[in-house]
């Protein structure tokens, strides 16, 4: 399997790119939009002045919780920059949601209570709601993290869109909002940290 096929067969379809899209940020934001492969792992991300995405982490199955996945987050975190990525809300009847979270739990990341997050996917044209988590060494706020996102969400998800895909997605007003007042779950609150991921 290729790297984008180990990606697509382990993300929600409603949450991939399609290759086109993911090759096109390779080759026209190279400066911005990075993949890291080897045949362990697949970490796609972008990298800004201010601030990391990660827009895809997939570690085999076979090597989970050997610390690739550790080791892949380390190295972004020495660049010394927040941290953003984007989770599905846990499901269940899905395990794999909830290691995602015990993992970057452990890994010291943070639930921004405080973004709201919601865009309708072109595959299924229906709404995904997902949950921010980011690490940041400077204690940067949620509204600093909402700017970020915003600015990610405007040159990686959405590059290209009509021309990729023949229609755009959402504009970033009606898919990211802040409200300092939020009183939502901390989706990290109450995990464990011993469990392997």
């Given at each position: 399997?290729?790297?984008?096929?180990?990606?697509?067969?382990y993300f929600p379809v409603e949450e991939m790119k399609s290759k086109k899209h993911m090759e096109m940020l390779l080759k026209e934001k190279g400066d911005v939009y990075y993949k890291d492969e080897s045949p362990k792992h697949v970490?796609?991300?972008?990298?800004?002045?201010?601030?990391?995405?990660?827009?895809?982490?997939?570690?085999?199955?076979?090597?989970?919780?050997?610390?690739?996945?550790?080791?892949?987050?380390?190295?972004?975190?020495?660049?010394?920059?927040?941290?953003?990525?984007?989770?599905?809300?846990?499901?269940?009847?899905?395990?794999?949601?909830?290691?995602?979270?015990?993992?970057?739990?452990?890994?010291?990341?943070?639930?921004?209570?405080?973004?709201?997050?919601?865009?309708?996917?072109?595959?299924?044209?229906?709404?995904?709601?997902?949950?921010?988590?980011?690490?940041?060494?400077?204690?940067?706020?949620?509204?600093?993290?909402?700017?970020?996102?915003?600015?990610?969400?405007?040159?990686?998800?959405?590059?290209?869109?009509?021309?990729?895909?023949?229609?755009?997605?959402?504009?970033?007003?009606?898919?990211?909002?802040?409200?300092?007042?939020?009183?939502?779950?901390?989706?990290?609150?109450?995990?464990?940290?011993?469990?392997?991921?």
């Open positions: 399997m290729n790297w984008y096929e180990k990606l697509n067969k970490l796609m991300y972008a990298e800004f002045d201010s601030f990391l995405f990660i827009d895809y982490l997939w570690v085999s199955a076979a090597t989970r919780g050997q610390g690739i996945g550790h080791k892949l987050i380390d190295k972004l975190k020495k660049k010394n920059k927040p941290i953003i990525l984007e989770v599905e809300p846990v499901d269940y009847e899905d395990t794999d949601t909830e290691k995602r979270l015990h993992f970057y739990h452990r890994e010291g990341f943070t639930h921004a209570q405080s973004i709201g997050y919601n865009r309708r996917s072109l595959a299924t044209n229906e709404e995904t709601p997902m949950e921010i988590l980011f690490w940041s060494p400077n204690d940067e706020t949620e509204e600093v993290i909402f700017e970020q996102m915003k600015k990610m969400y405007e040159d990686i998800h959405t590059y290209k869109d009509k021309e990729i895909y023949g229609r755009a997605y959402q504009p970033v007003d009606e898919v990211l909002s802040y409200d300092e007042d939020n009183t939502r779950d901390d989706i990290l609150e109450g995990l464990g940290t011993t469990e392997k991921a």
